[in-house]
Every structure is written in structure tokens, then in C-alpha cells.
């Protein structure tokens, strides 16, 4: 096979590994990311991931605020590439950007699709208690993670795992599949097939999803401590401050009298209480402070008692 040209667009971690894996083979001919977005807390401009990786390989790169605007096209279309293969970049196409590569624009997916259309399939999965995910590559179209599918690789979610630790294990597996898929397509052996229509959406996350209500039960609690590592987080209050929940693990203790958020004496353990039992807590963050185990949490500030945690939503 003649050595394709590769077009890449990404932004976010998941993406570096498949750019890596592509540019091994010399295919990669230009990068496309975000724009550099302020971040710290003097909100100096950063590169996004994808662009420091480029940068460190030697690659092209533009970071155009529109992928789709006609200069960005016009970038683009001297390179007259084969493909463009796409992970977790942030933007949509649209069909004029679909239509620029001969074999079309190729999207490496973090969920074994239709199962979680949307940005952010993995963080979905591990929230909703799924006990299995996996990559998608497909073809884009115009829809949302609606195009055809070209290869999937299945994966076991673990009961403690964060969706930080499983997108680690789909964005190596998405490396690999990206290489697979795209010596595929170009060399004639891939058949997309259809998606079906009906699928579960996973919209991106919103800072206020990270609050805990105690009543939920402790499924709930535990796969959302899971599910919005590393962003926003899983968030309580104590002492009208926040306190960031960072690992969990379900108790087979029996549901006490006291209420919801209420924290259980115990020497050498956070256990706080559910709506139908009592999670424990491994690992917290007072505001303010570094992480520390539930253990030093528990001896530090709870040693009035009764203490109870979350007296408001956000």
C-alpha cells in the first residue's frame, strides 16, 4: 500500500495516542486542534493536547477557531488527502470538510456505538453503572456519531474504575484500531455498515453534575464519584464548604436510622450514609487542601458528632 496522507484533527487526551500511533507509520501530513484556551488559575493560554504532542513529533499544525471556515479548507486542501482521522476533537464537521479527503473523514469513538453518541461517551458509561465499553471507528457524516461503523473492540468497565482510568485503556485500544481501520479503507478490505437510527446520547458534562445528593442510592453515589473523575468532579459540603469526593467503594452495611449524608463513627474509615446503605470513602479533598484518605478526613474533622455532609445543592 502506498503511504497514505493523513489529515488529523484532535484536541483532548484520548486523541494523542491515535495520533502517535499514526504519525509511527509517517502518514500524518498536518494536525488540526482548538485554539490554545487559558486555564490555571492565572488563566495563561495552553496549548491543548493534541498540540503539544504535534509539536514534540516535528508535525504541522494549525488551531483554527473553525475547522470549517474556508481558510482552514483552503489549508487544508493542498495536501489532497486520502483521510481525515478524527478523535476527540470538539467540533463538527460540516459536509464541505466531510467531502475534502478522497476516502472521507475517519472518527475513532470512546463507546461501542450506538451505545453513547455524543462528547462524552466514556464519563456516560461509567455514571450509568455500565459494566462494558469499548472504541468505534466509523465513518462521519453529518449527524451526531451516526455514521457507518467500520471496526469495534469491547472492554470490561471495572467496579472501581474511573472514567479518567478507563479512557487511558479505550484511547490505546483507539490507537490501534485507528491503524487497523485506516489500512482498511485504503486497502479495500473494511465494509462500513449501518448504524441503527436509535441510540443513547452522551451529552457533555456540566459543572453542577459533579453535586452529590445523599438520598440517591449508593450505586448511584459511587458510579457518579466514578463517572466525573477528572472533571467536574464529585463534590459535597461540610461546614458550608466543598469537600471533592475522589474514590469510593459500596459497603455491604445495612441502611442505619440516620439520614441521608450522615457520616458513621468509625475509627479508621469515612463511611457516609446513602439512600439505601453506606458508601465508603478512600480518598477526599477539603477545599483548600491536598487529598487525603478518608481515614485522616475522618480523624481531623469529624470528631464532633453528629456530622452530616451536603446541606445544599449547587
Known sequence: MTAPRLLFAGT??????VLQALSEHGWVTKVVSQPDRPAGRGLTPCPSAVSRIAQELGLPLITPRSINAEETLDDLRVHSPHLMVVADFGQLLKRRVLDLPAKGCLNVHGSLLPRWRGAAPVARAVMNGDHETGVTTMLLDEGMDTGPILLQQRTPIGAEETAEEVEVRLAVMGAQLAVESVQGLLEGTLSPRPQPREGTIAPKLTRDEGWVDWAQDTCSIHNLVRGTQPWPGA????NARRVKLLRSRPTDLPLPENPPGSVLPAKNR???????????????QPEGCRPMTGQAFQAGYCRREPVRLGTCAP
Open 12 to 17: 483532548g487526551p484520548f486523541a494523542v495516542p
Open 235 to 238: 463534590w459535597t459540603e461540610f
Open 270 to 284: 469515612l463511611l457516609v450514609v446513602t439512600g439505601d446503605g453506606v458508601l465508603e470513602f478512600l480518598l477526599v
